[in-house]
């Protein structure tokens, strides 16, 4: 069965820096999806940003990008320019097919100082 | 914003007791999905189903059953509710899309 692990219980950071969440996971499969999800305090589940396993160009969306590293089964998220709304529950999910059957990393809570 | 409904939003109940969770959803997507959410678990599957009247057990099934009777609800039901099973629980619908997710529901078992 795939696994998903953060490692990272809790990170801060200061208002505009950089921040690096990571993630691991574990499959014996080639092809699957990674993504990374925000859960800020109202409980709504947002989908951040996405990586195919097959395309090797790391995913970016705005101030947010991934380091996909396949061989080492990694799939850290970068956030730059940190913002106030960045505060919240982070997680790591992996899927066989798009959107399907997620297993999610335990999350990681991201707060952001001012 | 995806068309997808849980009620209730919040429920206490007592230990022993059958309780019913429902997630609507107006998007006819064909995929339907139950998980829990649990400090230091993340999310879980409980149940999932691929179409009217199939479904089938996830990671986390034990004293769960589900039904969908049409393409637009599933049920979550705990027959006989458990203190272990205080958590809040999703309900994310895709069609080999983007997965969306319901409000969530807070349960407690007291």
């Known amino acids: 069965a795939q696994t998903v692990t953060q490692s990272q219980p809790e990170m801060s950071v200061q208002e505009a820096e950089t921040v690096t969440l990571s993630c691991t996971y574990d499959t014996s499969e080639s092809d699957y999806y990674l993504f990374w999800y925000k859960q800020p305090p109202s409980r709504q589940m947002i989908l951040v940003i996405r990586?195919?396993?097959?395309?090797?160009q790391n995913a970016t969306e705005n101030r947010f990008s991934v380091n996909f590293q396949k061989a080492a089964k990694s799939f850290s998220l970068k956030i730059s320019d940190s913002q106030l709304g960045d505060a919240a529950m982070y997680f790591c999910a992996y899927s066989q097919e798009y959107g399907n059957k997620l297993v999610f990393g335990a999350g990681t809570i991201l707060r952001v100082k001012s | 914003d995806a068309g997808i409904t849980q009620s209730p939003r919040h429920k206490v109940t007592e230990t022993g007791t059958p309780v019913t969770l429902r997630c609507h959803q107006t998007?006819?997507?064909?995929?339907m999905y139950w998980y829990r959410q649990d400090p230091g678990h993340g999310l879980r599957l409980i149940h999932y189903s691929y179409g009217v009247k199939d479904t089938d057990k996830g990671e986390v099934s034990d004293g769960y059953s589900v039904s969908r009777s049409k393409t637009e609800d599933f049920l979550l039901t705990l027959e006989s509710a458990t203190s272990s099973q205080t958590s809040v629980y999703f309900c994310?619908?895709?069609?080999?899309?983007?997965?969306?997710f319901g409000q969530g529901t807070r349960l407690t078992v007291v």
């Open positions: 994310a619908i895709s069609g080999n899309i983007e997965a969306f």
């Open positions: 990586q195919e396993a097959y395309k090797q």
């Open positions: 998007e006819n997507h064909r995929y």
